[in-house]
């Protein structure tokens, strides 16, 4: 079965400092794999995605991932975080071409201080 | 906005009860997911239905029920509730069946169970 690990709970950094946040995953086959971002009291939002192609997929807002099949990893880093990134980070992962269902990680809290 | 709509926000209820959550997917989509969110265990996946139909299920206890009506709205039905069903829980819709075409997450109804 699928899974995801997220190795850091929560990430505290201050402001314009670069940030990494890292996530594993175990699958057997080919993936899709995703960044969402949730701020509080709010629902999930896709950040980026990898689906195919280039292995460097980036967001709009200065978020990029890259994806290792090798490390079987798709870390999310910024190399330089504002206040307003503040917020839980979710990874996630999809079987290539199947019809389901995205599978989380538990999450990482990134914390920016001024 | 994201365009799915859940209600009731929050929801307060005791040991025992029956609750219905509800969604209405964006326009458009046809697939709709459940999902759970708790501090122990972060977001699980529990039922999704495509166009009216039970495609696939995940984490979700017997207790549980969903459905997915004609006009594609679905609900989520938790019975005998107890004290560890308090959780977040989020409904995604989608276009198609799969991650690849992307989920749309709803802000999520809160369920205390006291």
């Known amino acids: 079965a699928q899974s995801v690990t997220q190795l850091d709970s929560q990430v505290p950094v201050f402001e314009e400092a670069p940030v990494e946040l890292r996530c594993n995953y175990s699958s057997s086959v080919s993936v899709y794999l995703f960044w969402y971002v949730q701020y509080p009291n709010q629902g999930l939002q896709l950040l980026l995605k990898?689906?195919?192609?280039?292995?460097l997929v980036e967001s709009i807002n200065g978020f990029e991932a890259e994806f290792n099949k090798s490390q079987t990893s798709f870390h999310l880093r910024k190399p330089s975080v504002h206040i307003s990134d503040t917020a839980e980070y979710f990874c996630a992962v999809s079987d290539w071409g199947s019809q389901g269902n995205l599978i989380f990680g538990k999450g990482t809290k990134l914390s920016v201080k001024p | 906005d994201s365009g799915v709509t859940q209600t009731p926000k929050h929801l307060i209820t005791a040991t025992g009860q029956r609750v219905t959550l509800r969604c209405s997917p964006r326009?458009?989509?046809?697939?709709v997911y459940w999902y759970q969110q708790s501090l122990d265990q972060g977001l699980q996946f529990l039922i999704q239905?495509?166009?009216?139909?039970?495609?696939a299920k995940g984490n979700i206890l017997e207790r549980f029920s969903a459905q997915q009506f004609p006009d594609l709205h679905s609900e989520l039905n938790l019975s005998s509730l107890e004290l560890g069903d308090s959780a977040l829980y989020f409904c995604?819709?989608?276009?198609?069946?799969?991650?690849?075409?992307?989920?749309?997450f709803g802000s999520g109804t809160r369920l205390t169970v006291v």
């Open positions: 990898y689906l195919s192609g280039s292995t």
């Open positions: 326009s458009g989509d046809l697939s």
């Open positions: 995604a819709s989608s276009v198609e069946q799969g991650a690849f075409y992307g989920y749309t």
């Open positions: 239905y495509y166009n009216g139909e039970e495609r």
